[in-house]
């Protein structure tokens, strides 16, 4: 497809069949000590992660610091940010489950997530903006493309937050149009959730690993 003609958007075929699985794929190859996303036929879903009690903001949602579980033996510190996946109960956490879904209205992925407490509380936005690292606030606030919305999921039929999509398609076509090597050989719709992902993950804390970003090319 001619890059230049493309409108940044992506069928829901192309979504599940073709950019889906390069993300799962390439997430799992490259950024092996995290959970995997997990397709539920109809979207990607990355759930039950723990945000232990901690002071420093900057890397609660960090990917790079998630562990697939937490040892018995482990000493949690108050004052060391945690985020881990795992089963078990810690008095005073959060829990957070992110799915990626496509709007058919927008033509492009959307983010849900929803924050809770050990009891099954829902958290409030207000709650889940103080678990964001600041730089997540700062894009919140400045960014025109990006607001949170609290809208029922389509797949679970539950209120969840979501990343309003509105300007996705035009960013996503600017972001494929600064890549040279697209730019000459034409749109690679296969890459298209990693390179989204390393924009909106940011937004919430979830950082895509660079090795991942630089794989685009990759055969």
Request: net charge negative.
């Amino acid at each position: 497809m001619d890059l230049f003609s493309w409108d940044g958007t992506l069928s829901y075929k192309e979504f599940a069949v073709a950019a889906a699985p390069t993300f799962v794929h390439k997430w799992e190859r490259l950024n092996s000590s995290s959970p995997s996303w997990i397709w539920m036929e109809g979207y990607l879903s990355l759930d039950n992660f723990c945000l232990l009690p901690s002071s420093h903001q900057e890397s609660l949602f960090d990917a790079n610091l998630i562990q697939k579980e937490v040892n018995e033996e482990e000493t949690i510190d108050d004052d060391d940010a945690t985020l881990v996946h795992s089963n078990k109960s810690y008095d005073g956490a959060h829990y957070y489950d992110f799915h990626i879904v496509y709007s058919a209205s927008y033509r492009v992925p959307a983010l849900y997530f929803r924050g809770y407490c050990c009891d099954g509380r829902p958290l409030m936005l207000n709650e889940i903006e103080k678990d964001l690292p600041s730089c997540s606030a700062k894009v919140l606030l400045e960014s025109k493309w990006s607001f949170i919305t609290l809208e029922e999921h389509p797949y679970m039929n539950r209120p969840w937050y979501k990343l309003h999509p509105c300007g996705t398609s035009e960013w996503m076509k600017l972001l494929f149009l600064s890549d040279a090597v697209m730019a000459k050989n034409g749109l690679a719709i296969d890459q298209y959730l990693v390179s989204w992902f390393s924009v909106v993950g940011q937004v919430v804390g979830l950082r895509t690993p660079i090795k991942m970003v630089k794989s685009i090319h990759d055969n």
